[in-house]
């Protein structure tokens, strides 16, 4: 069969900041540090935090629970290392600032590093050896979140809902941010265990589509999985799309309207128009945790950037810090500017390098100043000129210069006329600006601004 | 190594753009237009558009030095102001007439709101308005192009209307209007007006130039293609309007679009960014009010050009569409 590895698919606005994937694309996933140490973090994910479910100086297993919590939402977390628990304090937080984590210390001698799992899988993997509510139960007890940034409960996602019925189960692999190209190597490498994934969430959500989503400048990945499609049992109705390359084709509201051409209305999710969207990680952590019974301890990470001496796909244990990733990657070669958590597009820069990798973080990006460019890296900005350059790239259909000058004035009111909540933060409007304005961060200012005060208001 | 470490909110890259690059594609865009000018009118562009350039750079650096604040010369949005200002001036207009225009502009017309990107209106109609004002004669008197200055009789064989006023085509057209003159005289200066052989201000002869421009702003797409179609298109139609119900008395619709002001101010004046909408609903609306306003003042005002007061009349309510012309988010209005 032909397969068309061009994608047409597309949504409106958007932008092109340069790939960069050329740095890692043919790094295979290797084996991560052995670490000494790790920081659990006990909120991982959106929803409640985990409470500790062990105390100081108590032993641990890999893979012992080490945190969980009886919200509805929430994911529990476990102990990637065996070891000692040495202390449960405060750590830095890429996005809460801080928050509390459990801080591991390794037994250095018995601790062999976690074998991958992708070969124990084949394509005549059948998924109907397990029910709808065993998998539901065994992603809970795994932990499993999304992993490709928002870090919401995959339970809560994909266990059927009588008032919100599933149809479409979408598979996100864009990976649309500059650099990163972890889920790219995962869709190669371990291809069968992504596809067990998808069926076991096909089936525990009830959907009776499925779509693999993958855009266009990963020919490679189209082919592998298209193929593996083809060979694979009770894959029918499974059916790879290429989308159109381009930033923040990976967002879920984005992919929705390129694939289906629906809107997620503006404050629901996915489920109010019957779909469900999980990254290409994600359900490969589906998989391992249903069948290999293991919960969600190591992720891969993209450590990447131009001043990073190897940069590598790598698989990690939770909780490394990032200055031992990248130490473990040759240290940097040239001053690097900045250290980001995620991609240079929604990444968050971090000073405190002690800050563990979580659940969620896909790449370490170590941007130098040439990269951030001369006007970003001295945060010069000037006038807005109204070019409109903003309204043309927004994927939302907002108007983020009213929204950001809305908020420069404090004038929350008129930030909310212009529908600030539904601001996404891909950043494309930074991005295109010609004034350098942080238009993003303005508006990400004033969602937490608003946030603040709902709270503070009586009811 | 990884000491001094930079934290921002992201993103952590963007696209190799600035104010300063927007200027200077409008600076280039706006290179034939200059060249035309040289062309046709000689010592007379080379002395209005440097004049102006240097007194409306001149007027930032001091407003700013008043004002206390950071130099905004980098912009270069004093150099644009300054040339669009210098094309829409008559040839012979006295240095000192031009330089006056050039300090309103940026003085009044701009700095006086808070800067770039403040401004209500373009600061160069503002200029060209009060000059208008102040000295209504000068800004009326038009020489003929220096290739021309012999060989009038050529382009209109029967032309006694060169002899007798050396006016814009424009002017002529009101003549017509007003019973004094015949529409086929006027129709045949079409094939003039579109390469500038014809008396004007300084930029605004040469409709060809001024595509030429205009398509460079467009490919580049420093100016958006919404702006100069709804004026072209506005501006054709309602001439049409009027062309059809009385021929023998309007010039034809493409005469109103290669003659006068609109071409210039299509691609150059209305796009400014500052003063015009932000969404495309809202620049169709700004641009179709451009050249509705453009053509009556034309045809049914007294003056015999209208664009300068269209845009400004059109810069003023602005803020008015932008408000009515707001955005809905893809998802629909929240439901909260």
């Known amino acids: 069969m032909e397969i068309d590895t061009k994608g047409r698919l597309t949504f409106s606005g958007g932008t092109h900041p340069p790939e960069k994937k050329e740095l890692t694309c043919d790094s295979e996933i290797k084996k991560g540090p052995a670490v000494k140490q790790v920081a659990v973090m006990l909120s991982q994910h959106l929803g409640a935090v985990c409470r500790p479910l062990v105390e100081k100086n108590e032993q641990v297993q890999a893979g012992q629970k080490i945190g969980d919590s009886d919200a ?293 990006t170590v941007l130098t100043r040439k990269q951030i460019g001369r006007a970003k890296y001295k945060k010069r900005q000037t006038a807005c000129i109204r070019c409109g350059r903003c309204l043309e790239v927004c994927p939302e259909h907002l108007m983020p210069t009213k929204i950001a000058h809305a908020v420069k004035n404090n004038l929350l009111d008129v930030a909310q006329s212009y529908y600030i909540s539904a601001c996404t933060e891909c950043g494309c409007c930074s991005y295109v600006c010609p004034a350098n304005i942080e238009v993003t961060g303005y508006i990400k200012t004033g969602k937490i601004t608003l946030a603040r005060q709902k709270k503070k208001m009586p009811k | 190594m990884l000491r001094d470490l930079r934290v921002s909110c992201s993103p952590h890259i963007s696209e ?66 300054g040339i669009i200002l210098a094309l829409s001036l008559p040839p012979r207009l006295p240095v000192w007439a031009a330089v006056i225009g050039s300090v309103f502009s940026i003085a009044i017309g701009k700095m006086v709101f808070g800067g770039l990107g403040a401004n209500i209106f373009n600061p160069a109609m503002a200029g060209r308005a009060f000059l208008t004002v102040s000295f209504g004669a000068l800004m009326t008197t038009w020489t003929v192009p220096a290739p021309l200055d012999a060989a009038m009789s050529k382009i209109a064989p029967e032309n006694t209307i060169h002899a007798r006023t050396q006016a814009t085509p424009l002017a002529w057209s009101k003549e017509v209007i007003k019973g004094k003159s015949e529409t086929k005289a006027v129709n045949e200066q079409l094939k003039a007006t579109i390469t500038g052989e014809v008396g004007g201000c300084l930029g605004e002869t040469s409709a060809i130039a001024l595509l030429i421009g205009g398509l460079y702003l467009l490919i580049r797409r420093t100016i958006n293609i919404h702006i100069p179609f709804a004026v072209i298109v506005s501006a054709v139609a309602f001439a049409g309007i009027f062309y059809l119900s009385a021929p023998e008395k309007y010039a034809q619709p493409m005469f109103h679009l290669t003659s006068g002001g609109l071409l210039l101010c299509a691609f150059f004046i209305a796009t400014d960014p500052v003063t015009a909408p932000l969404t495309a609903k809202g620049m169709w609306i700004f641009g179709i009010g451009v050249g509705l306003i453009t053509i009556l003042i034309r045809i049914v005002g007294e003056y015999p050009e209208g664009v300068m007061y269209s845009v400004l009349l059109m810069n003023a309510v602005t803020p008015l569409i932008d408000r009515f012309c707001k955005w809905i988010p893809a998802g629909g209005k929240p439901s909260v």
């Open chain 1, 72 to 364: 509805f939402v929430s994911a529990p977390v476990h102990s990637p290392i065996n070891g000692k628990i040495k202390a449960i304090g405060l750590q830095t937080h890429a996005v809460l600032g801080r928050s509390q984590a459990i801080i591991i210390e390794a037994e250095p001698e018995n601790n062999p590093p976690k074998q991958l799992n992708a070969d124990k899988f084949t394509d005549d993997f059948d998924e109907n050896q397990y029910s709808a509510e065993q998998i539901c139960d065994a992603v809970q007890e795994a932990g499993i979140v999304g992993m490709g940034g928002a870090g919401f409960p995959t339970r809560v996602k994909i266990e059927p809902n009588p008032r919100l019925p599933k149809e479409i189960l979408i598979i996100n692999g864009c990976e649309c941010e500059p650099y990163i190209t972890c889920d790219y190597r995962i869709m190669l490498e371990w291809t069968n265990q992504i596809i067990a994934g998808i069926k076991l969430a096909r089936k525990a959500s009830g959907c009776s589509k499925t779509i693999i989503s993958i855009e266009d400048n990963k020919p490679k990945a189209i082919e592998v999985m298209s193929a593996a499609i083809q060979k694979c049992k009770n894959g029918n109705d499974i059916k790879v799309a290429a989308v159109k390359t381009k930033y923040p084709q990976g967002g879920e509201r984005q992919l929705i309207k390129s694939l289906l051409n629906k809107n997620v209305p503006t404050g629901g999710i996915p489920p109010m128009i019957g779909v469900v969207v999980l990254n290409v990680a994600t359900s490969a952590a589906i998989a391992e945790a249903v069948v290999c019974k293991q919960p969600l301890t190591h992720r891969v990470v993209t450590v990447t950037g131009e001043a990073i001496a190897k940069p590598g796909n790598y698989y990690v244990p939770i909780g490394t810090s990032v200055e031992e990733l990248i130490e473990f990657c040759g240290g940097v070669t040239e001053k690097s500017a900045k250290v980001i958590v995620g991609g240079p597009m929604m990444g968050i820069a971090i000073a405190d390098l002690t800050m563990p990798i979580n659940k969620t973080t896909g790449a370490i």
């Open chain 2, 16 to 81: 190799h753009l600035s104010t300063r690059s927007v200027m200077i594609d409008v600076i280039i865009g706006l290179i034939p237009a200059m060249a035309a000018a040289v062309y046709y009118f000689r010592n007379c562009a080379l002395i209005l558009i440097p004049t102006c350039i240097i007194s409306a750079m001149a007027t930032e650096w001091l407003c700013n030095v008043i004002r206390k604040k950071e130099n905004s010369l980098g912009d270069y949005s004093a150099i644009v102001t």
